[in-house]
């Protein structure tokens, strides 16, 4: 039975590495980032829900009897 040829690859894998984090640095590069990021205002348009409108009563879970 043939053994397996193991000389390529280390070289294999580091060329492999070496091409992936060429390709990140170029998509990073082309990316634009915003000088003096600051939050979005939103606007507040708050819609009633049904339930919302009227109040409603939760009840706790009814406890345990002591022992």
Request: aromatic share 12%; charged share 15%.
């Amino acid at each position: 039975m043939p053994q397996l040829d193991t000389s390529t690859w280390f070289i294999t894998i580091m060329s492999m590495i070496l091409t992936l984090f060429l390709i990140f640095q170029l998509k990073l590069s082309k990316h634009n980032f915003s000088n003096s990021p600051e939050p979005k205002t939103m606007p507040l348009s708050k819609t009633m829900i049904p339930w919302e409108k009227k109040w409603t009563k939760i009840y706790s879970p009814p406890s345990l009897p002591l022992r």
